[in-house]
């Protein structure tokens, strides 16, 4: 609870403190009481008796001269009344005159906000109004009276008027689509209907009224003079649809040959047979010669030619944009392929062994990872049986150092100890690998010397295949791009 408002009481230390909550207390510098202190009760009373006293008085003066009496108004200036505001908003409670100025002032803003909104909406009807009535070759009147339609029209007469206005709408939107299409004097209908028919200002239009309204609308683009053209609401202005004087046969012919020749390789005899079959072929001829006509024949012609060019250019690199990201989706996928048989050889073949064995177990796969191609299957799988091999006479090798067999034993007679003693080491590996891990740890260093040769072969072999992959793919793109010049050509 916070003191907002504080007023002293004349004739006594005391002041009247009103807080945030509306309740009142008085203070006199010392203590703060609810109750009003009798000090306070004798000054107002004295107060009011002297105010009736001069009231009164005052009253018997008037009526003397004959004056009405007339209660006193609150005067405030600016500076007042938004402290006023500001109290308000904080919550404070004002006097009921100073209420009254406040809810006043609310109700004189809400209504001239409401005049205003009223009198722009007025303003913008009128200036559509009379935009529609200019485009449709009206003349308008400006009167200096307006009339509230509200208070003049009845409920029937509000019907017919909404009826009005929606049609004047529907006709100013459709002349708005002609105007953003660049419909201009020597415009044809079916050729814009092609263009705008799914437009919805295009379908609200009524179908019976849609031709003639297009025909008012290039009338009124007509030549103006000095390069400009008429808009829509009739007005003299310069924009892409600009046609001099001098140069509106020419105009009118280009907009006829843009309609009837579509083909850069048409004959000039039998474009000319379909140009004078066309209705509009009279006003577009009109003061060009036949030479004039065919040097605007041939710069359409070249026109259309470039057009086709540029058209058939887009295209082909639209191809080879396309063929490069097949190429590469083709490269990726069968990167993704190979990576998959690779983790297949790594689940199903864990020892050395020969492709027949193999092979059944790979193309049972549930997850379809088998490589189509059967000729790098087999290969990838050799280089893993081969890479397990060596992996198997490191690892045989390493058991052998540990055993200290004797060096002068024979693989057969190693293979019998080995199983005589029954070491469980040695069960993974079957014979032949048993063996030549023999013969390669009593080779020494000449076993490690062949390991090495085996490592650059396979090393080597890989290199190979990976050139023969390279050109292959090197050919395949080049006959690509060959062909692709080809047609070009």
Same mark, same amino acid.
């Given at each position: =609870?916070?003191?907002?408002?504080?007023?002293?009481?004349?004739?006594?230390?005391?002041?009247?403190?009103?807080?945030?909550?509306?309740?009142?207390?008085?203070?006199?510098?010392?203590?703060?009481?609810?109750?009003?202190?009798?000090?306070?009760?004798?000054?107002?009373?004295?107060?009011?008796?002297?105010?009736?006293?001069?009231?009164?008085?005052?009253?018997? %003066?008037?009526?003397?001269?004959?004056?009405?009496?007339?209660?006193?108004?609150?005067?405030?200036?600016?500076?007042?009344?938004?402290?006023?505001?500001?109290?308000?908003?904080?919550?404070?409670?004002?006097?009921?005159?100073?209420?009254?100025?406040?809810?006043?002032?609310?109700?004189?803003?809400?209504?001239?906000?409401?005049? #205003?909104?009223?009198?722009?909406?007025?303003?913008?009807?009128?200036?559509?109004?009379?935009?529609?009535?200019?485009?449709?070759?009206?003349?308008?009147?400006?009167?200096?009276?307006?009339?509230?339609?509200?208070?003049?029209?009845?409920?029937?007469?509000?019907?017919?008027?909404?009826?009005?206005?929606?049609?004047?709408?529907?006709?100013?939107?459709?002349?708005?689509?002609?105007?953003?299409?660049?419909?201009?004097?020597?415009?044809?209908?079916?050729?814009?209907?092609?263009?705008?028919?799914?437009?919805?200002?295009?379908?609200? =239009?009524?179908?019976?009224?849609?031709?003639?309204?297009?025909?008012?609308?290039?009338?009124?683009?007509?030549?103006?003079?000095?390069?400009?053209?008429?808009?829509?609401?009739?007005?003299?202005?310069?924009?892409?649809?600009?046609?001099?004087?001098?140069?509106? !046969?020419?105009?009118?012919?280009?907009?006829?040959?843009?309609?009837?020749?579509?083909?850069?390789?048409?004959?000039?005899?039998?474009?000319?047979?379909?140009?004078?079959?066309?209705?509009?072929?009279?006003?577009?001829?009109?003061?060009?010669?036949?030479?004039?006509?065919?040097?605007?024949?041939?710069?359409?012609?070249?026109?259309?030619?470039?057009?086709?060019?540029?058209?058939?250019?887009?295209?082909?690199?639209?191809?080879?944009?396309?063929?490069?990201?097949?190429?590469?989706?083709?490269?990726?996928?069968?990167?993704?392929?190979?990576?998959?048989?690779?983790?297949?050889?790594?689940?199903?073949?864990?020892? !050395?062994?020969?492709?027949?064995?193999?092979?059944?177990?790979?193309?049972?796969?549930?997850?379809?990872?088998?490589?189509?191609?059967?000729?790098?299957?087999?290969?990838?799988?050799?280089?893993?049986?081969?890479?397990?091999?060596?992996?198997?006479? %490191?690892?045989?090798? #390493?058991?052998?150092?540990?055993?200290?067999?004797?060096?002068?034993?024979?693989?057969?007679?190693?293979?019998?100890?080995?199983?005589?003693?029954?070491?469980?080491?040695?069960?993974?590996?079957?014979?032949?690998?048993?063996?030549?891990?023999?013969?390669?740890?009593?080779?020494?260093?000449?076993?490690?010397?062949?390991?090495?040769?085996?490592?650059?072969?396979?090393?080597?072999?890989?290199?190979?295949? #990976?050139?023969?992959?390279?050109?292959?793919?090197?050919?395949?793109?080049?006959?690509?791009?060959?062909?692709?010049?080809?047609?070009?050509?």
């Amino acid at each position: =609870m916070k003191p907002v408002a504080t007023k002293p009481i004349a004739g006594t230390p005391w002041q009247e403190v009103t807080t945030d909550t509306g309740h009142v207390y008085w203070y006199d510098g010392k203590e703060a009481v609810w109750e009003i202190p009798d000090a306070v009760k004798l000054a107002k009373e004295g107060g009011r008796d002297v105010a009736a006293g001069a009231d009164a008085a005052n009253d018997e %003066r008037k009526d003397r001269r004959g004056v009405k009496r007339q209660k006193p108004a609150v005067v405030v200036d600016a500076k007042m009344m938004a402290a006023m505001r500001r109290a308000k908003a904080n919550g404070a409670v004002l006097a009921p005159e100073y209420e009254a100025l406040l809810a006043e002032e609310l109700r004189a803003k809400k209504k001239d906000a409401s005049a #205003g909104k009223k009198k722009k909406e007025k303003k913008k009807k009128k200036e559509k109004k009379e935009r529609v009535a200019i485009a449709d070759g009206l003349e308008v009147e400006d009167f200096d009276v307006e009339f509230d339609e509200d208070e003049i029209l009845g409920e029937e007469d509000k019907g017919e008027k909404n009826d009005n206005d929606a049609v004047v709408n529907v006709d100013a939107s459709y002349r708005e689509l002609l105007r953003e299409h660049g419909v201009h004097q020597f415009s044809r209908y079916e050729t814009v209907e092609k263009k705008v028919g799914g437009d919805a200002r295009w379908i609200a =239009m009524d179908p019976r009224k849609r031709r003639a309204v297009f025909e008012v609308f290039c009338a009124s683009k007509g030549v103006v003079g000095g390069g400009s053209t008429q808009d829509g609401a009739g007005n003299g202005v310069k924009n892409k649809n600009n046609i001099k004087a001098k140069d509106r !046969p020419s105009a009118a012919f280009n907009a006829l040959l843009q309609d009837v020749v579509k083909d850069h390789a048409a004959p000039w005899a039998a474009s000319l047979g379909r140009l004078k079959n066309d209705s509009r072929y009279g006003d577009a001829a009109g003061g060009l010669g036949e030479g004039d006509m065919r040097r605007l024949f041939d710069d359409h012609c070249g026109k259309l030619r470039v057009a086709q060019q540029k058209r058939k250019a887009g295209e082909r690199a639209h191809q080879r944009e396309k063929q490069a990201a097949e190429r590469r989706q083709q490269y990726h996928s069968r990167e993704e392929q190979v990576a998959h048989y690779a983790a297949l050889l790594a689940e199903v073949v864990r020892v !050395p062994g020969s492709w027949d064995e193999v092979v059944g177990s790979l193309r049972a796969d549930p997850q379809k990872r088998m490589l189509a191609d059967e000729e790098t299957a087999r290969r990838m799988h050799a280089e893993h049986v081969e890479r397990l091999r060596r992996v198997a006479l %490191r690892k045989l090798g #390493g058991l052998f150092a540990t055993r200290k067999f004797d060096t002068s034993l024979s693989g057969a007679a190693v293979v019998e100890l080995i199983e005589d003693t029954e070491d469980v080491e040695f069960l993974e590996f079957d014979e032949a690998l048993v063996t030549d891990a023999w013969r390669v740890h009593c080779g020494g260093e000449g076993g490690k010397e062949a390991g090495e040769e085996a490592e650059e072969d396979g090393q080597e072999d890989g290199q190979e295949d #990976g050139q023969e992959d390279g050109q292959e793919d090197g050919q395949e793109d080049g006959q690509e791009e060959g062909a692709i010049q080809d047609e070009d050509r």
